[in-house]
């Protein structure tokens, strides 16, 4: 059995490209019998492939005998050679002032607690989490987001592989686990949480899962799984064939709503005669697109409001109506109109056809946003600091020790353009020579354009990258005093390249940006991801 198991998880990380030669990865151990069974089976794996473990153990704070879980992992990674790092956390208390519930807050605290360490431990290896969902807690998540109403994603369910992180034993079932662990001789904890109905994930194990397995088809968790598969693969197609008809069909006037219910504000104008041509599940999807990035939260926009949009788009004469946060949809001429206009600041307005007034210029005025002094009691090495920007999931700084510092960061002294990282970037921390300031454009801006430092304003090169002029003065920039670092989306300053005899690197990242975030999108409507 062990060796059998062994086999199946050595292949599925194979078959997935979870671990290369040379990896950092981080086990999230709970001390449960799916992560002893985890980290046993990637230390076995370490003799075929040369990689780095280390361990981290979070506390939640929520049961006594929690420390002696993080007792017996301890020991484990003692008698087996492996890192240990311990960490706790209160989770009650992060759900009662987030308004979260605790589960959702155990896992984010979980993650923060994994993304730290490994930012402290992998040196230059690319780094990996390895965390411990088995093929139950799969099919779990599947019915959880069913009876929930989700779409293919969630119905997609815990995947393989998401980013960094890794789930090495998703191909495995609880009773696989538990026979390879007492093949090996080797004990685990148990969370009394677990035995409980608090969750309801718990409820769907115990009554719904369970149920299923034993009077209806006992692979139904298999089954499930490769369900899950295929949906992945589906939901992945339909993705990028959801790109390809949005890039086609749509045009987008979109910048940032000064609204505190974030979203983005302005028009998207979408082609009726091309999209109505279309699969009715493409045509869904574009408009989910579009809306969804008009709103805070995808969930605002449900299937009524997209077949009241689709019933517009069929009827003869010129039609409309009204969904959440003030978006007005309405077709003219051939062309359907989706706008937040309460959001947008006019100057010189002009009738347009059926009596609606358009503005002369539509774009907003921001004032400077966020100013972030340089000194250690904002930026402490190795915690990330958020700053809030309305209408964006906002900036995230985190400033490294260079010998600290992630892979990538040490990566780009070489590739400081790295089209890659569109939506992170590094600088030379101690470059800086005032204060970092999220702002809009100022005359006299400029950036550092060459290794010979000459320079370019920002004027013109906004101008020679075809940005709208509209839409120049609703960009968020990253600047020191009048020099700009960064112009999200687009390029950096070479003033602030990271070289190898940096000392200090600060990372940034625009929240969002690496996972389906628009901010190209809304400065040139190419909706880059």
Same mark, same amino acid.
């Given at each position: 059995m062990k060796d059998k198991i062994f086999g199946c998880v050595n292949?599925?990380?194979? $078959?997935?490209?979870?671990?290369?030669?040379?990896?950092?990865?981080?086990a999230g151990i709970s001390g449960g019998a799916d992560s002893v069974c985890m980290l046993h089976l990637l230390v076995r794996m370490q003799e075929e492939i040369p990689f780095r473990l280390a361990v981290v153990h979070v506390n939640h704070g929520l049961r006594a005998e929690a420390g002696e879980d993080a007792v017996f992992v301890e020991r484990l990674c003692v008698q087996w050679g492996i890192p240990f790092f311990l960490r706790k956390v209160d989770m009650p208390g992060y759900?009662?002032?987030?308004?979260?519930?605790?589960?959702?807050?155990?896992?984010?605290?979980?993650?923060?607690?994994? %993304?730290?360490?490994?930012?402290?431990?992998?040196?230059?290896?690319?780094?990996?989490i390895a965390v411990a969902h088995n093929?139950?807690?799969?099919?779990?998540?599947?019915?959880?987001?069913?009876?929930?109403?989700?779409?293919?994603?969630?119905?997609?369910?815990?995947?393989?592989?998401?980013?960094? %992180?890794?789930?090495?034993?998703?191909?495995?079932?609880?009773?696989?686990?538990?026979?390879?662990?007492?093949?090996?001789?080797?004990?685990?904890?148990?969370?009394?949480?677990?035995?409980? =109905?608090?969750?309801?994930?718990?409820?769907?194990?115990?009554?719904?899962?369970?149920?299923?397995?034993?009077?209806?088809?006992?692979?139904?968790?298999?089954?499930?799984?490769?369900?899950a598969d295929i949906l992945s693969e589906t939901e992945d197609y339909l993705e990028r064939e959801t790109d390809r008809l949005y890039d086609r069909y749509v045009t987008e006037n979109l910048t940032y709503s000064v609204s505190q219910e974030n979203g983005l504000a302005g028009e998207?104008?979408?082609?009726?005669?091309?999209?109505?041509?279309?699969?009715?599940?493409?045509?869904?999807?574009?408009?989910?697109?579009?809306?969804?990035?008009?709103?805070?939260?995808?969930?605002d926009i449900t299937g009524r409001h997209i077949k009241a949009i689709l019933t517009l788009m069929d009827k003869d004469g010129s039609k409309e109506l009204s969904l959440p946060y003030g978006i007005e949809v309405y077709k003219e001429y051939g062309i359907l109109f989706l706008?937040?206009?309460?959001?947008?600041?006019?100057?010189?307005?002009?009738?347009?056809?059926?009596?609606?007034?358009?503005?002369?210029?539509?774009?907003l005025q921001l004032d400077v946003l966020a100013e972030i002094?340089?000194?250690?009691?904002?930026?402490?090495?190795?915690?990330?600091?958020? $700053?809030?920007?309305?209408?964006?999931?906002?900036?995230?700084?985190?400033?490294?020790?260079a010998d600290f510092a992630p892979p990538i960061s040490l990566f780009y002294r070489k590739e400081q353009n790295n089209p890659e990282n569109r939506y992170t970037k590094w600088f030379d921390y101690d470059k800086i020579t005032t204060s970092l300031l999220l702002r809009t454009r100022r005359?006299?801006?400029?950036?550092?354009? =060459?290794?010979?430092?000459?320079?370019?304003?920002v004027k013109q090169y906004m101008i020679n990258e075809k940005i709208p002029k509209g839409k120049r003065d609703g960009m968020y920039l990253l600047a020191d005093g009048a020099h700009i670092l960064w112009v999200p989306g687009y390029r950096t300053s070479r003033r602030y390249k990271v070289e190898k005899n940096t000392r200090r690197i600060l990372e940034v990242r625009l929240i969002g940006g690496n996972d389906g975030g628009t901010y190209r999108s809304v400065v040139d409507g190419r909706g880059s991801r």
């Amino acid at each position: 059995m062990k060796d059998k198991i062994f086999g199946c998880v050595n292949k599925y990380i194979a $078959v997935h490209g979870m671990i290369e030669p040379g990896d950092c990865v981080l086990a999230g151990i709970s001390g449960g019998a799916d992560s002893v069974c985890m980290l046993h089976l990637l230390v076995r794996m370490q003799e075929e492939i040369p990689f780095r473990l280390a361990v981290v153990h979070v506390n939640h704070g929520l049961r006594a005998e929690a420390g002696e879980d993080a007792v017996f992992v301890e020991r484990l990674c003692v008698q087996w050679g492996i890192p240990f790092f311990l960490r706790k956390v209160d989770m009650p208390g992060y759900a009662r002032e987030h308004k979260v519930s605790e589960e959702e807050a155990g896992r984010i605290l979980r993650y923060q607690a994994f %993304v730290q360490i490994l930012g402290e431990i992998r040196a230059d290896a690319p780094g990996k989490i390895a965390v411990a969902h088995n093929a139950e807690d799969r099919a779990e998540t599947m019915l959880f987001h069913m009876f929930r109403g989700s779409g293919l994603k969630g119905l997609a369910s815990i995947r393989p592989v998401r980013e960094s %992180v890794i789930r090495p034993v998703l191909c495995l079932n609880r009773a696989q686990i538990e026979a390879y662990l007492n093949a090996k001789g080797l004990t685990w904890c148990e969370d009394s949480t677990n035995r409980e =109905d608090t969750y309801a994930r718990n409820r769907i194990r115990h009554h719904i899962l369970s149920y299923a397995q034993r009077e209806i088809c006992q692979g139904a968790v298999s089954h499930m799984g490769e369900l899950a598969d295929i949906l992945s693969e589906t939901e992945d197609y339909l993705e990028r064939e959801t790109d390809r008809l949005y890039d086609r069909y749509v045009t987008e006037n979109l910048t940032y709503s000064v609204s505190q219910e974030n979203g983005l504000a302005g028009e998207v104008k979408i082609q009726l005669t091309g999209l109505g041509a279309e699969d009715i599940v493409m045509r869904k999807r574009v408009l989910f697109r579009a809306l969804e990035k008009m709103t805070p939260h995808r969930k605002d926009i449900t299937g009524r409001h997209i077949k009241a949009i689709l019933t517009l788009m069929d009827k003869d004469g010129s039609k409309e109506l009204s969904l959440p946060y003030g978006i007005e949809v309405y077709k003219e001429y051939g062309i359907l109109f989706l706008r937040r206009p309460e959001e947008w600041k006019r100057s010189g307005s002009t009738a347009a056809p059926g009596g609606r007034q358009k503005s002369a210029v539509d774009r907003l005025q921001l004032d400077v946003l966020a100013e972030i002094p340089l000194n250690k009691t904002d930026l402490t090495p190795g915690v990330p600091l958020t $700053v809030a920007v309305p209408g964006t999931g906002g900036f995230l700084f985190t400033l490294w020790e260079a010998d600290f510092a992630p892979p990538i960061s040490l990566f780009y002294r070489k590739e400081q353009n790295n089209p890659e990282n569109r939506y992170t970037k590094w600088f030379d921390y101690d470059k800086i020579t005032t204060s970092l300031l999220l702002r809009t454009r100022r005359t006299g801006d400029y950036l550092t354009i =060459d290794e010979a430092l000459h320079t370019q304003s920002v004027k013109q090169y906004m101008i020679n990258e075809k940005i709208p002029k509209g839409k120049r003065d609703g960009m968020y920039l990253l600047a020191d005093g009048a020099h700009i670092l960064w112009v999200p989306g687009y390029r950096t300053s070479r003033r602030y390249k990271v070289e190898k005899n940096t000392r200090r690197i600060l990372e940034v990242r625009l929240i969002g940006g690496n996972d389906g975030g628009t901010y190209r999108s809304v400065v040139d409507g190419r909706g880059s991801r």
